[in-house]
């Protein structure tokens, strides 16, 4: 089953990187063949766990694996999703946790960074010394560094500082046969040749391992204010979004809630939030001199147009205000038992128009729908609320996804801005590449792992 050697691929793997780091019990096994994607999806368990200590490991495991025809599945902290990190096949799951280190070069700005590093470890220390890593996906306090590459993870601060692919200038990785591949310089410019950094951030596990990241710091914005705006007609909250970007002031978040949103959180763990038809939840940063002058202008802005708006006064009210935008997740738990989050992304002028189309489709199918995200750059997360006891509402919800993603590609979006394609998105993937993008990322992928050994699966078929 596993080539012509006799020894099995796990007694080969214990050889070559000792018994400590390799763990075969069925209860790890089972374990790690788990992630946070909350529908069911089809799962292996692995032959073994694997916990490679450094770069050198990484190397030599892919090796065995390539020799013995193994797949290997990455995994960060197992918060993806999409299924990115479940084994799909019997093979090794390779967990980074051991490989948490990082170190920074102040005088460069930029980072040395091991993929399982925990994000909020790392921007805690780097913000300690005046720098600032912005990408800030919502689950920063347990997601590694490693996963936010390979999923190319994002945030409310995305909308102004970009994601994370913005922020990696170069990778060291372990490709097709035990090879180590090195991307890139710790430089902000550098053009030459193809960007085969870019081309893995975001490569969700299928084309290699992460062993290392150079990752460019910013400086640290002095200041932060935020204001939430109530909104009583869907319609002004796209001509207020379009009125901020053309005011000269570039929001650092711009948070969408609908209707739902706001009453979920509400019954959920109440944080004072009015009744409204959306809301919106703006942050600006910079200089404290500025940001007093750039709240203001947005909140007169607003008020001119009728909206009603509320600047937080105190540090406790701010965190108040972003706790209900947080506090989304549980609060759909509380509601239904199962929930398709979506993180589907249209472009902003569509926004207005495709809301209401989006609720047309839950209502079609019978299912509750809330709707919430980052209407700054259009990622909105389209949530299908159903029962999970109830087989044929699960059934009606799927059927609903599908049309979402048709409504989606229709007004030029993506089917994914933040989660990626995993398992659960394969299918759409062909639907916004066609066939001729579709064929090339094929083809990509077995440029780099031929024997389809890395992540099989997951994101394309080849
Ligand atoms: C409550 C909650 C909120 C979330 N909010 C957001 C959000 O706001 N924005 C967002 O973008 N995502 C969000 N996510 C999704 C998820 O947290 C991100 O995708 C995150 O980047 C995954 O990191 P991880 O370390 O958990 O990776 P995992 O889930 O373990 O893995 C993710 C993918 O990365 C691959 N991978 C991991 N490490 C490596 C490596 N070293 N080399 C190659 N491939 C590797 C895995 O194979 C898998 O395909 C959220 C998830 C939860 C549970």
């Not at 000792?18 to 209860?27: A, D, R």
């Not at 950094?197 to 290699?208: A, D, I, M, Q």
């Not at 008020?303 to 989304?328: I, T």
């Amino acid at each position: 089953m596993f080539g012509i050697l006799k020894k099995k691929p796990t007694d080969r793997l214990i050889e070559v990187l000792g018994k400590g780091k390799v763990n075969t019990s069925l209860v790890e096994r089972k374990l790690y063949s788990y992630d946070a994607t909350p529908i069911p999806i089809e799962r292996a368990v692995p032959l073994a766990v694997v916990f490679p200590e450094s770069h050198e490991d990484v190397v030599k495991l892919v090796k065995v694996c390539y020799e013995e025809n193994v797949p290997i599945f990455p995994r960060g902290a197992g918060s993806g999703l999409t299924g990115g990190a479940v084994p799909t096949k019997e093979g090794l799951v390779v967990s980074f946790e051991r490989m948490n280190k990082f170190e920074v070069n102040l005088d460069n700005a930029t980072a040395e960074v091991q993929p399982g590093v925990i994000t909020s470890q790392f921007q805690n220390y780097v913000e300690s010394l005046g720098l600032f890593y912005p990408p800030d996906p919502s689950s920063f306090k347990y997601s590694t560094i490693g996963g936010n590459i390979a999923e190319n993870a994002g945030g409310p601060r995305c909308l102004k500082y970009g994601v994370t692919r913005e922020y990696v200038l170069g990778l060291t990785a372990v490709i097709k046969e035990g090879q180590t591949l090195k991307t890139g310089n710790p430089v902000i410019k550098d053009v030459a040749g193809y960007d085969i950094t870019k081309l893995f951030v975001g490569s969700e596990g299928t084309l290699g391992l992460i062993t290392s990241a150079t990752l460019k710091l910013i400086p640290k914005p002095k200041a932060r204010a935020t204001l939430l705006a109530l909104f009583n007609r869907l319609e002004d909250v796209g001509k207020a979004v379009t009125k901020i970007f053309t005011s000269g002031v570039f929001p650092s978040a711009l948070e969408f809630m609908d209707s739902e949103a706001i009453k979920a959180v509400e019954d959920y763990k109440p944080v004072g939030l009015p009744r409204a038809e959306a809301l919106l939840l703006i942050e600006v940063d910079g200089p404290p001199k500025s940001v007093l002058e750039d709240i203001k202008e947005i909140e007169e802005l607003l008020k001119s147009m009728g909206v009603e708006v509320k600047v937080a006064s105190s540090k406790e009210e701010e965190e108040k205000l972003w706790s209900a935008r947080k506090s989304l997740g549980p609060a759909l738990g509380n509601l239904r038992s199962g929930k398709i989050n979506e993180d589907i992304v249209i472009p902003r002028i569509y926004l207005s128009e495709a809301i209401p189309e989006f609720r047309k489709i839950a209502k079609k199918y019978n299912l509750p729908m809330v709707i919430f995200g980052h209407i700054g750059d259009g990622n909105l997360h389209v949530n299908l609320l159903y029962d999970k006891a109830k087989k044929q509402e699960e059934e009606r919800a799927e059927r609903a996804v599908d049309e979402v993603f048709e409504l989606t590609l229709r007004y030029a979006g993506s089917i994914t801005g933040e989660h990626g394609v995993g398992l659960t998105k394969k299918k759409f993937l062909r639907w916004q590449f066609g066939e001729v993008g579709y064929e090339l990322l094929k083809g990509i992928k077995l440029l780099f792992d031929p024997k389809n050994l890395f992540n099989p699966g997951k994101v394309i078929e080849v």
